[in-house]
């Protein structure tokens, strides 16, 4: 059922992407559309995952490292090669997958998540992040990511076009469309992005629930790092917010926008699930 979901709202959010094209250019607009957005997406395909790993500094672990191991396992488990390892110098417990597909993917755990945890809830943690490589979220993620933002650059580029007055007459938009395009599609494409990543999470803690035989492990894991989430200070995500959605728990420290403004489903909602499981 996630994996519908996904699929309606990826293909909602490209034909947003060619709908706002259209509307701004006609044919051409939405060429140019589909262009940038290609463009973005091959830059993000080939480079996103060593972007990010840059962005937190990560350093790569041995392959006698606990977490190295447990990665081993679980993937011969899920029958995927075995990703990469790092580790954040963060207090904040947290862990992200990234790559462009099970023969390129990374992940990352920070310190503060290595202290906290038990053997058996790190292993359904990292059963988590498994399970996204598996899917092929992280490419999902990003690629949702990227077309949100050419919804936003070609709807700022229209706007700056409109202020400068370089629309001939006949190709002018009503400024009452103008308006709601600026406003809404923006919001738009960010509320579609936010459905995915929901969408995805639940998928990937099924995942982990099934590579481990143990879904308390990881509904555990969880309940622990939601309390801690809401009491740490994670400065590397505060300061690249537009990465928090690869992270198992939302890592920034605003928990009061409503649900349907969240890069990640309900931690309650989550255990609840995997309680059911067991």
């Known amino acids: 059922m996630n994996n519908i979901k996904t699929f309606a709202l990826m293909a909602g959010m490209t034909a947003l992407l060619l709908i706002i094209g259209g509307v701004i250019g006609g044919r ?3 060429m140019m559309a589909l262009m940038f957005a290609g463009l973005m997406n091959f830059g993000a ?9 840059k962005m937190y500094k990560a350093e790569p672990l041995s392959k006698n490292h606990i977490v190295s191991k447990m990665l081993q396992k679980l993937s011969r488990r899920a029958g995927i090669p075995t990703p990469k390892s790092f580790l954040l110098k963060q207090s904040s417990p947290n862990a992200f997958a990234t790559g462009r597909n099970p023969e390129n993917a990374s992940i990352a755990v920070t310190e503060g998540l290595m202290s906290l945890l038990t053997e058996d809830e790190l292993y359904g943690v990292l059963a988590h992040e498994i399970s996204h490589v598996l899917h092929r979220d992280t490419l999902i993620s990003t690629v949702s990511a990227t077309i949100a933002g050419a ?3 070609i709807v700022n580029l229209f706007m700056w076009t409109n202020i400068l007055g370089g629309h001939s007459d006949e190709r002018r938009v009503n400024p009452l469309v103008s308006m709601l395009i600026m406003l809404l599609a923006p919001m738009a494409a960010s509320l579609i992005q936010f459905a995915i990543s929901r969408s995805r999470e639940f998928e ?14 990881l509904a555990s894991a969880l309940m622990k790092l939601e309390r801690h989430a809401k ?10 917010p537009a990465s928090a959605h ?20 309900l931690t309650e909602e989550r255990v609840r699930r995997l309680n059911a499981m067991s």
């Open 246 to 265: 690869l992270f198992i728990i939302n890592p920034l420290r605003a928990e009061k926008l409503t649900a349907l403004f969240q890069t990640h489903p």
């Open 45 to 53: 395909y080939w480079f996103s995952d060593q972007i990010v790993l």
């Open 204 to 217: 990937a803690d099924a995942g982990s629930a099934k590579l481990t035989g143990s879904p308390s492990s």
């Open 151 to 153: 919804i936003s650059g």
């Open 231 to 240: 009491n740490g200070y994670f400065s590397d995500a505060e300061t690249h």
């Open 28 to 30: 051409g607009g939405m």
